[in-house]
């Protein structure tokens, strides 16, 4: 079977920020009408930045808090106002935050989830947010859902731009979004019955043994193709290369990191894991053969799909652990809830979704 027959499934975490300024020669404008494949007029370049052509963005809108001119919601005339106020030749236009969306979700979901969480997190502290779902599928053929979002620096009201708010660039309010983020997919996933969840933190902070790798694009990728590999591909490989040789000394560092993610996974997400953590395919045969082999891979039979499932004996370990911890907690007569609280809420979880 080929190796990329396996490689579907299984939360990803991604979640980064950085500033757009002229100080690298970016035009508000240039980048609005990339993430949303759109076709903008540039009033300060005296040009149009048209992107049409641009296939993968699913959905674009411009979302804004209350209070705001009507003309904020046009994308072209927002941008062109934040060009136009801007007159240093070095200023800093927009943050934009991208983030990886769980492929486990549909189109409609993923969309929903992004637009939840712009809300929630940089629109109602008073951020104009220009935001765009790409759904791109990748030389591997596997989908690569995410979210850019273009966010105003400065505070806005009835009339207009105001000055900068020095509170949106607090190293502590990026770390917050990074573990709302999580903590938002992680709630919709379980919502959706979906058995994946995706963690903020890195991998020392997970006490997982594993080198974190550059992230490498589309670009990247073609030179490769071409013999033009860059020092920064060379350096992809050799971790992956080396977190390869650790799972293959001890297969539990795999098994470790992926139940942080998900309880239990099929041998795709397996394989996903160990193609992102190897180098090649006689690498990748290894490492899955390591990793099969271990004993503390637990079979525990096929899931409604007829998919063969599997966790790791620490994590059924702990599982075994609440369960019995639940039988003695039932066991207990002490603080009893009454029938009708019980029913109510109940209720209130279905109303959510939530079908106990």
């Known amino acids: 079977m080929r190796l990329e027959a396996y490689l579907t499934g299984m939360a990803i975490y991604h979640f980064s920020a950085k500033v757009i300024s002229r100080a690298n020669g970016s035009s508000a404008l240039a980048s609005a009408a990339y993430r949303s494949a759109g076709r903008l007029y540039d009033e300060r370049l005296d040009r149009h930045h048209d992107f049409t052509a641009k296939s993968g963005v699913i959905h674009s809108e411009v979302m804004t808090p209350e209070n705001v001119p009507d003309e904020f919601h046009d994308r072209e005339r927002l941008w062109n106002g934040v060009e136009f106020f801007e007159k240093r030749k070095d200023a800093q236009l927009a943050r934009e935050i991208e983030f990886a969306i769980p492929r486990e979700l549909n189109q409609s979901d993923g969309i929903e989830l992004a637009r939840d969480f712009v809300r929630e997190e940089f629109v109602s502290r008073g951020m104009i947010a220009d935001f765009a779902v790409h759904w791109d599928i990748g ?17 806005v009201d009835e009339n207009g731009f105001g000055a900068k708010v020095r509170e949106w660039n607090r190293t502590g309010l990026l770390e917050h979004w990074r573990e709302a983020w999580g903590a938002h997919v992680n ?3 379980s919502e959706l019955g979906i058995d994946a969840r995706i963690d903020h933190r890195s991998f020392e902070d997970q006490g997982i043994d594993l080198e974190p790798q550059h992230k490498i694009g589309p ?47 099929t041998r795709r997400d397996l394989a996903m894991f160990v193609h992102r953590h190897s180098d090649g395919l006689d690498q990748f045969n290894q490492v899955m053969a390591a990793v099969e082999g271990s004993p503390d891979l637990v079979r525990i039979g096929q899931d409604g799909r007829a998919d063969e499932r599997f966790t790791s004996r620490p994590m059924l370990a702990v599982e075994e652990r609440l369960h019995r911890s639940a039988e003695r907690l039932a066991q207990r007569q002490h603080h009893p809830v009454f029938a009708g609280s019980r029913e109510r809420a109940l209720s209130a979880a279905e109303e959510r979704g939530l079908d106990l």
Do not use: C, W, Y
């Not at 030389?139 to 505070?155: F, I, N, Y």
């Open 219 to 265: 670009a990247a990728a073609r030179m490769a193709d071409k013999g033009l590999e860059s020092e920064r591909l060379e350096d992809h490989r050799q971790i992956a290369r080396e977190n390869g040789e650790k799972i293959v000394a001890h297969p539990s560092i795999a098994l470790d990191a992926i139940t942080h993610q998900q309880a239990t996974f």
């Open 139 to 155: 030389a591997d053929g596997m989908a690569k859902p995410h979210a850019h979002v273009m966010l105003t620096m400065r505070s």
């Open 187 to 189: 709630e919709r996933l």
